[in-house]
């Protein structure tokens, strides 16, 4: 032909046709020669070929690698969720509280732990969308299905919920917290406000008494109707202790400081100055004359001892013993159940008053105790050292009741004892 005339020499070839699958078999083709910078047919067919080869191959690492990274996503996701689903809001706070560590080390700052927080889940959002990123640059939407994509939405979606929650709870309770250190403070200040009071009112004396046992009774006149009452009453004794201060400058005797009466005995214990004998102390309508001389208007402390054993009593004026003797009334019991009265000789239980043997003048810490007390304690209550209320009848301002005129006023005995020295 005309074209193969005007071919040069050495320029033509013999094309024999081969099977599509000759190019895995790994034939080599002869170069073809380019003419005017175009291939042919059969080379463009063996270069896409070639192409797509190598664009599925990797396709397929990509698609490896990005499952990789779309399982290792996955777990963590689920270990977060299960690390959230396993611990409820108490156990959360309980950790946080503790400092341990549930999300990376999390402060126990709120503020720090919600920026902890917001930290860690903006990164799984950015990890995320660069991941859906690559996909959709280098993969076909059958290599990801859509379900999966929306599951790891989801499951961020709970992860976010779950921490806004978290954040929302740390919230409340530092406000929670707040409110009770304002409330405790607010408590601790009215304490504060309220002691601060009181202490003003006791040293203003604005206080009905300074204490319990810090009163007197004042009985002024010589009556048949001023008296004190001691609401409790003995018990059955085989021994006693009656301690008490009094200040009597009556004339004649100081009448009867106390007296106490049972049904059928009127004088079971009885002290009492009458007229211009002695003073004397009477059990069981028995009598003993004491050494004591209190009638001088002064306060002194009076403490007479008893028992049944034998009848011994001793008699103490101001912590020193003036007096000691025996068979008064031996081997009987104190019996229970009478009447203690101040300030007045009972002839029957509680009543029929002599105005000639009532007390005129003051008296206070009237204290019984149901055994002989030692003469070191008589000493140490005298001059003020020791406080020792009796352990049957102690002076307690609620324990005394007074009639008739008789009146109860703050003092410490102590105290108005040194102005009589």
């Known amino acids: 032909a005309a ?3 005007e071919s040069p020499p050495g320029s033509r070839f013999v094309c024999t046709s081969l099977p599509l699958d000759a190019a895995g078999t790994g034939c080599p083709l002869p170069p073809v020669p380019m003419q005017g910078g175009a291939l042919s047919p059969e080379e463009e067919l063996k270069a896409t070929v070639l192409q797509l080869r190598e664009t599925v191959l990797q396709q397929k690492e990509t698609i490896g690698s990005q499952r990789e990274a779309i399982r290792e996503l996955t777990g963590k996701l689920s270990r977060c969720e299960s690390a959230d689903g396993k611990s409820a809001a108490g156990t959360w706070k309980k950790e946080l509280g503790k400092g341990k560590d549930t999300m990376g080390d999390l402060p126990r700052d709120p503020a720090q732990v919600i920026d902890q927080l917001s930290r860690t889940m903006q990164t799984l959002k950015d990890r995320l969308e660069s991941l859906e990123h690559q996909l959709r640059a280098n993969v076909s939407y059958a290599a990801l299905p859509n379900d999966l994509r929306e599951m790891l939405q989801r499951r961020l979606g709970d992860l976010e919920r779950q921490l806004l929650s978290k954040v929302a709870e740390l919230e409340d309770e530092k406000s929670l917290l707040h409110n009770e250190t304002s409330a405790h403070r607010q408590k601790t200040e009215t304490a504060l406000n309220a002691l601060l009071e009181r202490v003003s009112e006791l040293e203003k004396g604005n206080s009905a008494f300074k204490s319990p046992d810090e009163f007197k009774v004042s009985l002024p006149l010589r009556t048949n109707y001023l008296y004190g ?44 100055e ?11 309508d028995k009598v003993a004359q004491l050494p004591l001389f209190i009638s001088d208007g002064k306060w002194h402390h009076i403490c007479i001892t008893w028992t049944t054993r034998d009848g011994m ?19 009987h019991p104190i019996k229970p159940g009478g009447v ?28 019984i105790w149901d055994r002989v007390l030692k003469a070191e304690d008589i000493m ?29 006023w703050p003092v410490e005995t102590c105290e108005e004892r040194l102005l009589d020295l």
């Open 380 to 408: 140490n209550i005298a001059n003020c050292s020791t406080n020792m209320p009796g352990n049957i009848i102690p002076w307690v301002d609620n324990n005394v009741d007074v009639y008739g005129g008789a009146t109860k």
């Open 3 to 5: 074209g193969d005339q």
């Open 340 to 367: 203690l009265i101040l300030g007045q000789e009972q002839d029957t239980v509680g009543g029929r008053f002599d105005a000639t043997q009532a007390f005129v003048g003051e008296m206070s810490q009237f204290n």
């Open 274 to 284: 009458w007229g211009n004998n002695p003073i004397e102390l009477l059990i069981n």
């Open 313 to 331: 009593w001793e008699a103490f004026q101001d912590g020193e013993k003036l007096g000691t003797g025996e068979n008064l009334a031996p081997w």
């Open 229 to 272: 009452k001691i609401k409790k009453t003995l018990p059955e004794l085989y021994a006693f202790t009656v301690c008490l201060w009094l200040r009597s400058s009556a004339s004649p005797g100081i009448g009867t400081p106390f007296s106490y009466a049972v049904p059928g005995q009127a004088n079971e214990i009885v002290l009492i």
